[in-house]
């Protein structure tokens, strides 16, 4: 008989608006720090207030797109900024990870679990898509 393996709950936060490779990297290197992968995607509301834009794509077509991913076990709206906490107790996440544009700005979440930021992917994002497409 062999001892099943702990599971080990990472959580990570986005709008993932105009899917890219910085998102799919970012979403299999978070899961690879655990067992399963908990998605909190920002409700266009909370987009417009975070980036001052609505986003190309609305929350379902995000939230579809994400879910089909092996990566992604499952994807939950985002409401408000000031919830993390209360999303790492709520999905009792081992560990909290994002990108390093938010190097230090989830350190508040380090009594509840394991904070990690991970490199990001160079030379791409949603808003510099959105200037390219702008200007061809
Ligand atoms: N991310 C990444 N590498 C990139 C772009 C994003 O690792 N090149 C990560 C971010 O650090 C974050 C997650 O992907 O942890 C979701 O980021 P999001 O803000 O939705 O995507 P961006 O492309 O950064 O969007 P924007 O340009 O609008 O800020």
């Not at 909190?40 to 909370?46: A, F, I, K, Q």
């Not at 394991?114 to 390219?132: A, C, D, F, G």
């Amino acid at each position: 008989m062999t001892a099943q393996s702990p599971k080990r709950r990472v959580i990570t936060f986005g709008t993932f608006d105009l899917f890219h490779i910085g998102h799919l990297n970012i979403l299999k290197r978070a899961r690879a720090l655990g067992t399963e992968l908990y998605v909190g995607l920002s409700s266009d509301e909370l987009n417009m207030a975070k980036k001052g834009r609505n986003p190309i794509y609305d929350y379902e077509h995000r939230k579809q797109i994400l879910e089909s991913l092996r990566c992604v076990d499952q994807v939950f709206k985002e409401e408000s900024l000031e919830l993390k906490v209360d999303y790492v107790k709520q999905f009792q996440a081992d560990v909290l990870t994002m990108g390093a544009d938010w190097e230090g700005k989830f350190d508040f979440c380090k009594p509840y679990c394991e904070v990690i930021y991970l490199p990001r992917t160079p030379s791409i994002s949603t808003t510099e898509l959105i200037e390219i497409i702008r200007e061809i």
